[in-house]
């Protein structure tokens, strides 16, 4: 399992690559290096759902994402950061997190026999 989390977190690092490469990218093999990118991004996305709920992993990868490319946009592209960028950030780690909670939640309950 924590090499599932490995894939986790590989896949979400390959995903900032890729989306930052669609903000700077200008020539077919820059181009090249973003596909080649999101090929190897969605096969470790695919590692990780093997082991670890599909629900979850995908959460985290679309939360790292959105939360990952909103920082790039403020700090790497100088957009400017509001009140409201920073709650819906919060929420959705509030989300994740609360995610992962209802996943051990759920195979605690499976492991005593509680859900068949």
Known sequence: ???AWFFVVLTCLCELCWVYGFSVAETW???SIVIATIVVDFY???VACKSL???T???IF???????TTLMDIFIFNKPFSVPKGVFIGILI?????LKIADNHSE???DEGVIS
């Open 53 to 55: 709920p599909t629900g």
């Open 29 to 31: 093999w820059h181009w």
């Open 62 to 68: 679309a939360a790292a994402g959105t939360i990952g």
């Open 57 to 59: 992993v995908y959460a």
């Open 44 to 46: 470790f996305l695919s």
């Open 94 to 98: 509030a989300g994740v997190i609360s």
């Open 108 to 110: 605690d309950q499976k």
């Open 1 to 3: 399992m924590r090499n």
